[in-house]
């Protein structure tokens, strides 16, 4: 299970250093040799373990949507997503073109969300955060 918020930054490579906290966490027979990096539901860049990825990929025909909305999602999901290894540093290099798509660059926040990682600018994140503080306030 993948828990807490980081601050970290993307070094001039495109290098993201996954906390030490989640590479402990990490077991190679479960989750696999790298992460895939792909859009998530909330339209943030999610990193999933590989196996827990080609997991819920294979869940995707089983559902109960047409073959035609399969057919869009695949084609949205997939070339859009992207295996990001280890390196022996225990870093990840996001491609260019998914940092561009997700408007990160530079400090982000990696989010541990139980099975994934979430990562958001820290603007995006401090935004959300203020939401979260006033719909408490309100409620």
Same mark, same amino acid.
């Given at each position: 299970?993948?828990?807490?918020?980081?601050?970290?930054?993307?070094?001039?490579?495109?290098? /993201?250093? &996954? *906390?030490?906290? &989640?590479?402990?966490?990490?077991?190679?027979? !479960?989750?696999?040799?790298?992460? &895939?990096?792909?859009?998530? =539901?909330?339209?943030?860049?999610? /990193?999933?373990? #590989?196996?827990?990825?080609? #997991?819920?990929?294979?869940?995707?025909?089983?559902?109960?949507?047409? =073959? #035609?909305? %399969? %057919? +869009?999602? @695949? +084609?949205?999901? $997939?070339? !859009?997503?992207? !295996?990001? *290894?280890?390196?022996?540093?225990? !870093? %990840?290099? &996001?491609?260019? +073109? /998914? /940092?561009?798509? $997700?408007?990160?660059?530079?400090?982000?926040?990696?989010?541990? %969300?139980?099975?994934?990682? #979430?990562?958001?600018?820290?603007?995006?994140?401090?935004?959300?955060?203020?939401?979260?503080?006033? @719909?408490?306030?309100?409620?």
């Amino acid at each position: 299970m993948f828990l807490g918020e980081y601050d970290h930054s993307l070094d001039a490579k495109q290098r /993201l250093a &996954i *906390p030490s906290e &989640i590479r402990d966490a990490w077991k190679k027979d !479960r989750h696999g040799e790298a992460f &895939i990096a792909a859009p998530g =539901q909330n339209g943030a860049l999610w /990193l999933w373990p #590989e196996k827990k990825f080609e #997991e819920q990929a294979d869940r995707i025909e089983s559902g109960l949507v047409t =073959q #035609e909305e %399969v %057919v +869009r999602f @695949n +084609r949205d999901l $997939f070339p !859009r997503s992207a !295996r990001i *290894p280890f390196d022996s540093a225990g !870093r %990840v290099r &996001i491609p260019d +073109r /998914l /940092l561009s798509d $997700f408007g990160l660059s530079g400090q982000v926040v990696i989010l541990g %969300v139980r099975d994934h990682l #979430e990562l958001a600018s820290t603007s995006e994140r401090e935004v959300e955060r203020q939401k979260t503080l006033a @719909n408490k306030r309100t409620a």
